[in-house]
Nanobody
Framework: QVQLEESGGGLVQTGGSLRLSCVNSGRTFSNYAMGWYRQAPAGKEREFLAAISWTGGRTYYADSVKGRWTISRDSAKLAIYLEMSDLKPDDTAVYYC???????????WGHGTQVTVSS
């Protein structure tokens, strides 16, 4: 069973930084990968931000965060991180961690962590 738990969200001012963490307390599977997504208020769709493969550590980024944020992993802890810098009010959202098989939709989600960026 895959169990994901995010942490590290909070309130930060424009231009500030945060580091999100997600730990999988369950198992991995073939072609395992983990990623970060967010969902802004007002019913917007969940948006892909970044992902990392477990074998090889290849990273993938959305254009909106490329060069600004960094995803990393700790294989021993089954954890991933998202280093977010230069935060803007538009980054306000609930941030979710997902686990999936590469090339397939996300199968497992965490409960999310709120990030609020004040202007």
């Amino acid at each position: 069973q895959v169990q994901l738990e995010e942490s590290g969200g909070g309130l930060v001012q424009t231009g500030g930084s945060l580091r999100l963490s997600c730990v999988n307390s369950g198992r991995t599977f073939s072609n395992y990968a983990m990623g970060w997504y967010r969902q802004a208020p007002a019913g917007k769709e969940r948006e892909f931000l970044a992902a990392i493969s477990w074998t090889g550590g290849r990273t993938y980024y959305a254009d909106s965060v490329k060069g600004r944020w960094t995803i990393s992993r700790d294989s021993a802890k089954l954890a991933i991180y998202l280093e977010m810098s230069d935060l803007k009010p538009d980054d306000t959202a609930v941030y979710y961690c997902g686990a999936f098989e590469l090339g397939a939709p996300v199968e497992h989600w965490g409960h999310g962590t709120q990030v609020t960026v004040s202007s």
